[in-house]
């Protein structure tokens, strides 16, 4: 059985006494192994889950079907920055349920035009957004947008195919990128093992190594680029900030060759790294970006923010998306933006930051198979000299969820960003055990 030393008593009221519990409970028992068998039996086997299943969850902590207890530093891979059941999400996805969940981008509705004022108002380059409803779905929109946008630029017709074949098309991405796993995204995204079987992916691709700014400067080139992706903080790549250096040097780049600079903020915004964007630590602006996962607290949604030059180039009929933008999800994204947008919230997930990688680092020393302790804000890779899956199923096993990231080797810790700083200290105590006993 798992058991975790946190006490429900001291870091949260009993589960059975909160208001999750009684909502989230199943009409019919189900036992942990026979709801693994019908996952195994229904759904396609694409992922590789361990064997527990989760009813329940509230603030950082979860529990499983037999009422274990669990720290959670892995946020649904750093979707729930508030946590799970935060009461004020919670209260206005309610609010809105009852009053509208969805229209299509047929009609306008109030809570897609609250959320884009408030993303555009606070984001001093931009202009426009586009919603989506995933990270990979905002990354193929900035694929589109950018090449409309190079053949008008090029004073082509992008309506014209053999006129607008000519223009600049190519997109550059890096080594250790993750852009998503739709044909277009696909090409941009590093690992050979996600592309392999689907061969072949969308053409006009080139991907550099990261932070080498020579290869940059001699594969971007006006005529022939069209944009460049990149991470400000990779997340599974393992967790490597870009740094000021090679994101100005892109930009000068992309401005030399008319391209656009898009900067891939779905894992890194939105208050991970302690700013709101990830790019504002570093003082470089792009020309899109795109967001996702913990936009809306927890519900599908994807979103660009662009300049207007590039929404110039964009006519209706030109991208769209059924479900994206709707009422229900905006709503509550309205929600999660204003909580995280919060100066002095920010300032807290800074310094908890920093806790958690001083923490690491000092308990983690004198052990020689650890590399490095890296990150920004709460988003923070462990370097192993060795893969790091043991690491994840003895975390589980003594009640912390946390995944990898990398080549395997990477411990990677995404917590919600309303983490105290008690569960810091556990979690801290916890994994550097582990990790000193198994490497």
């Given amino acids: 059985m798992i058991v975790s030393s946190l006490q429900p008593s001291r870091l949260l009221p009993n589960p059975r006494n909160s208001r999750c519990s009684a909502a989230s409970a199943p009409s019919v028992p189900s036992t942990a192994a026979s709801t693994i068998a019908d996952e195994k039996k229904y759904i396609l086997q694409t992922y590789g889950r361990p064997d527990v299943v989760f009813t329940k969850g509230q603030g950082a902590l979860m529990w499983d079907t037999d009422g274990n207890q669990f720290l959670d530093f892995s946020s649904g891979i750093a979707v729930n920055a508030l946590g799970h059941s935060d009461p004020r999400w919670l209260a206005t996805l309610t609010e809105q349920a009852h009053k509208l969940a969805h229209t299509s981008n047929l009609y306008h509705t109030e809570p897609q035009v609250h ?61 250790g990128s993750f852009h998503g796993r739709t044909m277009g995204a696909l090409a941009l995204t590093y690992k050979d093992q996600y592309k392999t079987p689907f061969l072949p992916l969308m053409p006009g691709t080139v991907m550099l190594p990261y932070k080498n700014m020579e290869a940059a400067t001699n594969a971007i080139k006006k005529g022939k680029t069209a944009a460049v992706f990149v991470e400000p903080v990779q997340g599974e790549g393992g967790i490597h900030p870009a740094g000021s250096e090679f994101l100005q040097a892109l930009r000068t780049l992309c401005d030399e060759a008319g391209a656009a600079l898009i900067f891939d903020e779905v894992q890194c915004g939105l208050g991970r790294t302690g700013k709101l964007w990830g790019h504002q630590n570093y003082g470089v602006s792009p020309d899109m970006m795109s967001l996702a996962k913990p936009l809306a607290g927890g519900l599908p949604i994807g979103a660009v923010l662009m300049t207007q030059k590039i929404a110039d180039a964009m006519k209706p009929g030109d991208h769209g998306s059924t479900f994206a933008g709707n009422p229900l999800v905006c709503a509550a994204a309205c929600t999660v933006f204003d909580i995280v947008s919060d100066p002095a919230f920010l300032d807290a997930v800074e310094k908890k930051g920093e806790m958690l990688r001083e923490g690491l680092s000092a308990a983690l020393a004198g052990n020689v198979h650890v590399k490095e302790v890296r990150g920004s804000g709460l988003i923070c890779g462990i370097q192993l000299d060795q893969p790091a899956g043991a690491i994840v199923e003895k975390a589980r096993g003594k009640g912390l969820l946390i995944i990898t990231a990398g080549a395997g080797d990477v411990v990677r810790l995404v917590p919600p960003l309303i983490v105290t700083e008690a569960q810091i200290q556990h979690g801290v105590k916890v994994l550097s055990e582990i990790i000193n006993e198994e490497v």
């Avoid at 555009?120 to 947008?145: H, L, M, Q, S």
Wanted: aromatic share 10%; charged share 25%; glycine share 4%.
């Fill in 115 to 175: 959320l884009a004022k408030r993303l555009v108002d606070a984001t001093p380059w931009a202009d426009r957004i586009f919603y989506a409803n995933t990270g990979t779905e905002a990354n193929e929109a900035c694929i589109k947008f950018a090449r409309k946008a190079a053949k008008i630029a090029a004073g082509v017709d992008p309506y014209d195919p053999v006129s607008a074949a000519g223009a600049a098309s190519e997109i550059v991405s890096f080594t």
